[in-house]
């Protein structure tokens, strides 16, 4: 089955800077990889998706890029805010209606 | 759009008893809703796939008598813990695909604590 590895584990910066966090995923039939954002106490949100027949898309400051050969995808988030700090998700799942398999989570500090 | 309510956000229960969660799509049907469990600092871990009018499919190693999973409309699925332990305590999290089958959205979660 699908395994997805996320790095950083936890990452840190200041306010303004960027921040970028990086997924691995394994099975290659996945084609759907969305990013969520969960703050303490709360679900996760959806923040951005991309599929596989698109190799970057952006929303405002947060971009999401992929390369399906080495099957890495990536979070930018550019001009981070305080209120960014949380801890995001990616995940991975082919679009036949499987469930998403979740990375560890990256637990994102930023500081003013 | 593409809310999904989950209720209760806390409970607590004895040893013993039965806790019960519901999920809801508010403003779209959903033939199939999915139930992650997460502990603490950790990632959600999938449970089982609740399927309208049918069985759900539960993930290895979680055992289907004691997550009892309902899902009778295209609306609602309702998860049961029977015979809750402490070791039940976690964050439960429903979630469901919206009315483009594409993205998944995901409930507030239930925080069981079980004494």
């Known amino acids: 089955g699908e395994n997805v590895e996320q790095h950083p584990s936890t990452l840190s910066v200041q306010e303004g800077d960027s921040a970028v966090i990086k997924c691995t995923y394994s099975?290659?039939?996945?084609?759907?990889f969305p990013w969520y954002k969960q703050e303490l106490g709360k679900g996760p949100q959806l923040i951005i998706d991309i599929r596989s027949n698109v190799g970057e898309k952006k929303d405002q400051r947060i971009a999401v890029t992929l390369n399906k050969t080495a099957k890495h995808f990536s979070l930018h988030i550019t001009e981070t805010q305080p209120e960014d700090s949380a801890v995001y998700f990616c995940?991975?799942?082919?679009?036949?209606?499987?469930?998403?398999?979740f990375g560890k989570g990256t637990t994102l500090s930023v500081s003013s | 759009g593409a809310v999904v309510s989950q209720h209760p956000s806390w409970v607590i229960c004895k040893s013993g008893t039965s806790v019960k969660i519901e999920c809801r799509s508010l403003d779209f049907q959903a033939t199939t809703m999915f139930w992650y469990r997460q502990f603490p600092k950790q990632s959600l871990m999938l449970m089982a796939t609740?399927?309208?009018?049918?069985?759900?499919?539960?993930e290895q190693g979680v055992e289907k008598d004691k997550f009892l999973i309902n899902h009778a409309s295209l609306t609602l699925s309702t998860l049961t813990v029977t015979s809750a332990h402490p070791e039940d305590s976690s964050f439960y999290i429903c979630?469901?695909?919206?009315?483009?089958?594409?993205?998944?959205?995901f409930g507030n979660g239930t925080r069981l604590t079980v004494t």
């Open positions: 099975d290659s039939a996945s084609n759907y």
């Open positions: 995940a991975a799942s082919d679009q036949a209606g499987t469930a998403l398999i």
């Open positions: 979630s469901a695909r919206d009315h483009t089958g594409k993205s998944l959205h």
């Open positions: 609740s399927n309208e009018g049918s069985k759900a499919t539960y």
